[in-house]
């Protein structure tokens, strides 16, 4: 694959640090600064006030009117002044003082055990005993043991208690009467803007005659007091330490936390240079048309050319046999995903465990064809390796030169036999013995 596909650890830092510089520089920016307020024209408040159609509405002049005590205008000492329509002000009374006191607990224990075994059935349980390892027996076969244990306890104690008005305008008036207010106050004082938010749906006769409302006859109430500036910035932790508290809720240390802040952030940095390192390297093309191996590479000679095969078709040669005429097809590699386990038997006892793992060298136009006969290759080389372990193949020095001779050719002819002459070479990547 291209170098040029991966980019390299040096841009992706460089564009990480940037990231973070440009988030830091709102902070930055307000260093020495008071807190921006909301400009009020852009409320919801404000539109509804100055939208069109809406508001204070004043009925016809009429000559005869203004001798009357009983005039309906707004301005008439007896007119109904509460908010009634879209633009319309009234003031929210907030006094919350509510008290919460919630206890609980809860507990759970559990344990199980269970044994099993077969002391005798038909003398096979003895017959068994003999080929088990050391110490196992049928007759104590397995015994699980399990307990578990849980214990809860909550407790929640809080008061609330805040005393506010605030102004509110009616945003809304609904089909069936109801009005849909929304209020909002911001005070600054110093560094710090505190901000009080009320928003939701009234009845017209919930509203008193001096035109105001308590926040208990408010349906769906969004009551919000919060701030922000420098006191709520010191209030609130920082985004790494909450960051920390959710990945490592069971740790209580704080010094311990306080060092993963440290270690989190440079094993990222460790591990993004590692793998663009591992990523943008440069990979070993893949052989092309024509390709001639190098001495590098086993079974080729230092010359360049394709090692000779000293062995006859069967695989009997010195490098296991098997080289193909054709030496400009490129090769490739086929890995049995799972090892070879054979057992060497002695007076029908199990005394050893052969473990091999094998790989198929073949033209890299056959691998397709190759991979579909998995399983009827594993069957036949795994035929040969129990031949060669019936007739004494793995005792003593089986490593020797010989010997490995020997097994290559019997593989590799087991392995032609199961696929064709596609399979070139039978590759042993690891082998070894376990004594019972």
Not at 23 to 33: E, K, L, P, W
Not at 304 to 328: F, L, N, V
């Amino acid at each position: 694959m291209p170098k040029h596909m991966f980019p390299r650890p040096a841009p992706l830092i460089g564009a990480l640090a940037l990231a973070l510089s440009l988030s830091a520089c709102g902070r930055v920016t307000q260093i020495g600064q008071v807190p921006d307020m909301t400009a009020p024209e852009s409320s919801v408040e404000f539109q509804a006030m100055t939208s069109s159609g809406h508001g204070v509405q004043e009925l016809p002049y009429r000559a005869d009117s203004t001798a009357s005590l009983w005039r309906v205008s707004q301005n008439s000492l007896v007119a109904d002044r509460r908010a009634s329509d879209r633009g319309d002000i009234l003031t929210v009374v907030i006094e919350i003082d509510d008290s919460a006191e919630i206890q609980n607990s809860s507990g759970r224990s559990r344990s199980s055990a269970d044994k099993v075994g077969i002391p005798s059935l038909a003398g096979l349980p003895q017959r068994i005993d003999r080929i088990l390892p050391e110490g196992a027996s049928m007759e104590e076969l397995a015994e699980a043991k399990a307990s578990s244990s849980y214990k809860g306890s909550g407790n929640i104690s809080r008061r609330d208690k805040l005393t506010l008005r605030v102004a509110a305008t009616v945003v809304d008036r609904l089909a069936n009467g109801v009005l849909r207010i929304q209020g909002t106050q911001e005070v600054r004082v110093n560094y710090e803007v505190r901000e009080l938010t009320v928003s939701g749906f009234v009845r017209p006769s919930d509203i008193g005659r001096r035109n105001e409302i308590a926040y208990d006859r408010i349906a769906g109430a969004r009551i919000s007091y919060g701030g922000r500036g420098q006191i709520s910035d010191v209030q609130q932790p920082r985004y790494g330490q909450q960051l920390a508290d959710i990945l490592l809720p069971y740790w209580k240390g704080v010094a311990v936390k306080k060092l993963l802040l440290i270690l989190v952030p440079l094993l990222a940095f460790l591990g993004g240079a590692v793998g663009g390192d591992m990523l943008g390297g440069s990979k070993p093309a893949e052989p092309a048309q024509g390709y001639v191996a190098t001495a590098a590479e086993p079974g080729v000679a230092e010359t360049g050319d394709p090692a000779p095969d000293h062995g006859s078709e069967d695989g009997g040669g010195e490098g296991g046999g098997g080289e193909a005429a054709d030496t400009g097809a490129s090769l490739d590699w086929f890995a049995f995903p799972n090892q070879f386990f054979v057992p060497i038997l002695r007076n029908g006892t199990p005394s050893a465990i052969m473990i091999l793992s094998l790989s198929v060298e073949m033209p890299a136009s056959a691998r397709a064809e190759i991979e579909a006969q998995e399983h009827r290759l594993r069957d036949a080389l795994l035929n040969a390796l129990m031949i060669e372990a019936n007739t004494g193949g793995f005792d003593g020095n089986f490593t020797a030169e010989p010997a490995m001779q020997r097994l290559r050719a019997a593989l590799l002819a087991a392995g032609r036999k199961a696929a064709g002459p596609n399979v070139r070479r039978i590759l042993i990547e690891d082998i070894g013995q376990q004594i019972q």
